[in-house]
């Protein structure tokens, strides 16, 4: 089944304690992409990636880095969470390729930081 | 760099009633454009999406949406509206250079409420 996985789906952490957040996507797709949604601002988008080892800030950067060593993955690592990065997190990816465009989502990381 | 606009962050109809959510785009350029939807506690998924064919797209659960490039709108509508079709309604645009699709960037979301 083609899908975008996200892991974990639930997090509650504290302040400062480093947290890396996986999605891995099944379809071969060279985009990918993480947005944070909070009520209120729609999707920000946060990072996105055009293909492995290339990858660009979205709107909302500070506080979060990623990487694309490998087409399949694309993980979100925040070094030093703080309050302000409590929000509802998802991972997407598509093709490049101009055929259908669709963006497909995992389920969403909802992650609390104390 | 696009921008997407959702004009209206709610929306009301009651069931049976036309549904109307307004999108506007910001590209000179044709550019692919798509709707999502969101159900509450769930991911989006795609709703139906332009891609330089038919201006008129028909997408699932009776939505369909019209291109319009001289008002650079993308607006979606459904005829009668269902009590299931309350969600969060997204509007979105892709760049495009020559063969090759770039960000997406999103509007900031309708929240559709439906009463009986």
């Known amino acids: 089944e083609a899908q975008v996985t996200q892991n974990p789906r639930y997090l509650i952490t504290v302040t400062g304690k480093k947290l890396t957040v996986t999605c891995s996507q099944n379809?071969?797709?060279?985009?990918m992409s993480w947005y944070r949604q909070d009520p209120g601002l729609g999707l920000r988008q946060i990072y996105y990636?055009?293909?492995?080892?290339?990858?660009d800030k979205g709107d909302v950067p500070e506080g979060y880095k990623v990487s694309r060593k490998e087409k399949r993955n694309f993980p979100l690592i925040l070094e030093s969470p703080s309050p302000n990065q409590t929000s509802l997190y998802f991972c997407?990816?598509?093709?490049?390729?101009?055929?259908?465009?669709?963006?497909?989502f995992g389920e969403g990381s909802r992650l609390t930081v104390l | 760099a696009q921008s997407v606009t959702q004009l209206g962050s709610h929306v009301s109809v009651s069931e049976g009633a036309l549904v109307l959510l307004r999108c506007n785009y910001s590209?000179?350029?044709?550019?692919?454009l798509f709707w999502y939807v969101q159900y509450p506690n769930q991911g989006l998924q795609l709703l139906l999406k332009?891609?330089?064919?038919?201006?008129l797209v028909k997408g699932i659960n009776g939505f369909e949406a019209e291109f319009k490039k001289s008002e650079t709108s993308f607006h979606l509508t459904k005829p009668s509206a269902h009590m299931s079709d309350a969600a969060e309604y997204f509007c979105?645009?892709?760049?495009?250079?020559?063969?090759?699709?770039?960000?997406?960037?999103f509007g900031r979301g309708t929240q559709l409420t439906v009463w009986p």
């Open positions: 332009y891609t330089s064919a038919a201006t």
């Open positions: 997407a990816s598509r093709t490049t390729g101009v055929g259908t465009g669709e963006l497909f």
């Open positions: 590209s000179s350029v044709p550019p692919y």
């Open positions: 379809m071969n797709h060279e985009y």
């Open positions: 979105a645009v892709s760049d495009k250079k020559g063969s090759t699709l770039g960000r997406l960037y």
């Open positions: 990636s055009m293909n492995v080892e290339v990858t």
